[in-house]
């Protein structure tokens, strides 16, 4: 089935575990990538860490050959997944946006993208995942309601405008032919140097990137390349495929597990707390995520009961 069809059959819904696996991996890559962007922003400015992390993961071109699609549709995508998404989510985290808040926001992408992909190209979501992205909007609004405190208006809208644009990028992506995830993301990541130095070099001066680099910490410096390496090109090949082989119903939601690492992470690395209102909007995003990831089916076959009482039950039915 193409990846342009509206139509969504049970294969394209209900995810194997290895993928289930890989998606959770994922997450994890991205929640810690919060933290760690924090660290490298004390070292550098927004447009100079985005510049460094996609120098970092477009580096593979050298050896890669590019992606078999139109150089407008690459440009749209490093634009929207890389360039848009980034810039704007470390701006938000340079207004004062706390890492592990950021992390919670920006995956309001795994709603507008569900959202987008059934009003472009009908990938719309079942009942289940519908009702599994109320409960994590639900948590969203709680957490919403927070701002005020340490949260800025400004911050929170740049985040939030930063999961719009990864939203868009996931959509372009789900409508591409079958295509190499790995060698896509690496393409991708030569658009957004470009634009974030034009920016640096217009509000800092064309010697500032240099002159942040020969004064940078060496966690500063390790942060482009964890963001580039593992962050960029690793994390986003993954959830390219599993987008081109599931429905976007089936695999956005999973990023709202991100949120729990980043602030697990920012909590132990940066002491940042969260009141009761902010837990208990995480907790609404978390149980989102597990009734759009695991239908009930899946829930009974995986149970001792189901197990003792049905032998035939394999690791393989699932």
């Given amino acids: ?11 394209q819904t209900t995810m194997k575990l290895a993928h289930v696996a890989l998606a959770v991996l994922v997450a994890v890559i991205w929640g810690v990538a919060f933290v760690v962007s924090k660290v490298g922003l004390q070292s550098f400015t927004p447009p100079e860490l985005t510049a460094l992390r996609f120098i970092v993961a477009a580096i593979a071109v050298i050896w890669l050959p590019r992606p078999n699609i139109p150089w407008p ?3 749209a995508i490093g634009l929207t997944v890389f360039t848009g998404q980034f810039l704007l989510q470390f701006f938000g985290i340079s207004f004062g946006m706390p890492a592990g808040l950021t992390a919670v926001v920006s995956q309001t992408q795994a709603l507008f993208t569900v959202l987008f992909a059934a009003l472009v190209i009908g990938d719309r979501p079942n009942a289940r995942q519908i009702t599994g992205m109320l409960v994590a909007f639900t948590g969203l609004l709680l957490i919403g309601l927070t701002i005020g405190g340490s949260i800025t208006f400004l911050g929170f809208s740049l985040t939030l405008a930063s999961a719009i644009s990864w939203a868009v990028g996931n959509v372009l992506v789900k409508r591409l032919p079958k295509v190499d995830m790995l060698r896509l993301m690496v393409w991708a990541s030569l658009v957004p140097p470009l634009p974030a130095l034009a920016i640096s070099f217009a509000t800092e001066g064309p010697g500032a990137l ?7 910490s060496w966690s500063g410096i390790a942060a482009p390349i964890y963001l580039g390496v593992f962050a960029s090109v690793f994390a986003y090949a993954i959830w390219g495929s599993l987008l081109q082989r599931y429905s976007t119903g089936a695999v956005a939601p999973f990023a709202l597990l991100s949120p729990c690492v980043g602030a697990i992470t920012s909590a132990i690395v940066f002491g940042e707390q969260f009141g009761p209102l902010r837990v208990s909007g995480i907790a609404f995003m978390l149980v989102g995520l597990v009734i759009v990831a695991i239908p009930l089916q899946r829930l009974r076959l995986l149970s001792p009961s189901a197990c003792e009482s049905d032998p035939t039950i394999t690791a393989s039915d699932s």
């Fill in 1 to 11: 089935m193409s990846s342009t069809n509206g139509s969504i059959g049970m294969d």
């Fill in 73 to 75: 549709i690459l440009i």
């Fill in 210 to 216: 240099f002159s942040a680099l020969t004064h940078a």
